[in-house]
């Protein structure tokens, strides 16, 4: 087929299994196995649209310099990244979990800066300015969970789902920062150029999260 082509963005890894069924109902299933193959772009039965899998970090970013026309991305990845160069008009309602502060069971709030350790390291400095609470940051990459419990911060910003994960660790959640789930994004330019093509994927998909979020709420 002659005429623009659409690629969107996807997360690899568990958000991809909970992102497939979304686009295969909309339409736009891969002709390919995807979750089993080391290639990163693959057309779809929709002979317009091309599906680009990477790590969800890199996700705007793609979208942002319009190397991917869309994407889904994690609104925490929006929220810590900014969303310079895209359009975000669609909540598609999976991959729920919630960005919230958490420390030690036995935690007593020091007198000093509060230090916080994070991956989020610009979510977390905007959620205690707006509180009105200085603190020290302390970026990691991971092993967040830890950093209490080895003395090297007093509270943690980090995704929470199920809440196992801190609960392990011997921290119990505090505040939530955000609701997070995965957003269509859309690049600026791309949704002048490619316009006819992006809303007829956008409508596809809402009335596919409808629907799939209608089924989530009665069970
Ligand atoms: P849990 O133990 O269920 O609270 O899961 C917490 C960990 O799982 C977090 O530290 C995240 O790394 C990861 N996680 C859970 N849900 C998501 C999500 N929707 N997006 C990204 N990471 C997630």
Redesign the pocket.
Known sequence: MNGPKLIIALTKGR?LQETLPLLTMAGIEPLEDITNSRKLLFDTREPAVRLLIMRGSDVPTYVRFGSADMGIA?K?LILEGGSEGFYEPLDLNI???KMMTAVPKLYRPSSGRLRVATKFTNIAKKFFAERGQQIELIKLSGALELAPSLGLADAIV?????????KANGLVPQYTIAD?SSRVIVNKAAMKIKTALIQKVLVKLREVVEIHSADKAEH
């Open positions: 958000i994690g925490d991959a729920r979990c980090d995704i929470v789902d199920t809440g196992k994960t801190i997070i």
